[in-house]
């Protein structure tokens, strides 16, 4: 594969200064739902509000210092592009996003807030990498994809990393898939801490580009989606972590708009932890009973709690 556990190692020494160690929270209630032990590793409480601050600071750190004077740009719905603006702001460089004109609010704002400069784009009608690109090539900047690269894949698999350095052996790991680094970083992890878990990924059946891959043997395009969970809008598995996700994962479950936001209740009104939709994904998964009746602990990572109040409201 193109990317290794001992990536992941290097990736983690290399962001230890910047990120949050999260927390593993447990609770009692969730566990009697679900019919399994579960352990979920908050990245709600992550720096920028998501996991994606780890691939970004992997991979910003991991730019020469030439590249780095040029400046970064990415394209996101938001967390990536957060995670972006807090590593360029950390490494001394600048940083350039390409986000849809509907992207939600609290991360638009909080890009700006991290220093972030915003373009805007349509997704019904443009084509985010086809400017992203551009971008860069006008300016010499670096591009920073948002999934679909060796220092990314890395930086995110720490995640699970830590989380299984706390909890010991589980029977599964569960993450969302958008793009994939989050699910193939967490397979690569969890396959080499410990072999006999298995890994399962939990997309929205409104966004199922990675049911219907895997069911091909290919990545499949998919049309603009509508689901809430913004961050997982992502029209096809990328290029790297489809085959690591292909050779790693178990299965891709499928989860309803009800399912997603039933979740994001569960987690805000009985565990008092806030996720947005694309966080509560994965424990959709696992309350929505969609998880072999075998696996007895699970461990899940909540992706990011950036989430409009607009959507808060409306639970």
Not at 57 to 81: I, Q, T, Y
Not at 88 to 111: C, F, I, Q, W
Request: charged content about 20%; aromatic content about 6%.
């Amino acid at each position: 594969m193109s990317v290794s556990y001992a990536d992941v190692e290097q990736a983690a020494s290399r962001i230890a200064p910047h990120i949050n160690r999260t927390p593993v929270m447990t609770s009692r209630t969730l566990d009697d739902r679900s019919g399994k032990r579960v352990f979920l590793k908050c990245e709600n409480f992550q720096r920028g509000g998501s996991f994606k601050l780890r691939g970004g600071v992997n991979f910003l750190f991991s730019m020469s210092d030439d590249d780095v004077h040029r400046g970064v740009v990415a394209f996101s719905s938001g967390n990536h592009a957060q995670a972006v603006a807090i590593a360029a702001g950390l490494r001394g460089s600048s940083a350039t996003v390409v986000m849809p004109d509907d992207a939600s609010k609290s991360k638009a704002e909080g890009v700006r807030a991290y220093g972030g400069r915003i373009i805007f784009y349509n997704r019904f009608r443009d084509d985010r990498e086809a400017i992203g690109r551009n971008l860069a090539a006008e300016t010499g900047a670096t591009l920073v994809p948002p999934f679909d690269h060796p220092w990314i894949i890395a930086g995110q698999g720490t995640a699970a990393r830590e989380m299984l350095s706390e909890t010991g052996p589980l029977d599964a790991v569960v993450t969302c898939v958008g793009g994939g680094g989050l699910l193939s970083g967490s397979a690569i992890s969890a396959h080499a801490l410990h072999p006999s878990t298995r890994v399962f990924g939990v997309e929205p059946a409104l966004a199922n580009d990675w049911a219907l891959s895997m069911e091909a043997g290919h990545p499949v395009a998919i049309p603009p989606s509508t689901t809430i969970a913004d961050g997982l809008r992502s029209p096809q598995p990328g290029a790297i972590t489809f085959p690591i996700v292909r050779k790693l994962v178990e299965k891709i479950i499928l989860v309803t708009e009800e399912e997603i936001l039933d979740a994001m209740r569960f987690l805000l009104f009985r565990m008092k932890i806030l996720v947005e939709p694309s966080g509560a994904v994965s424990v959709a998964g696992v309350l929505s009973g969609k998880l072999p009746a075998e696996i007895r602990s699970v461990g899940v990572i909540v992706s990011g709690g950036n989430v409009d109040m607009e959507v808060v409201r409306s639970l």
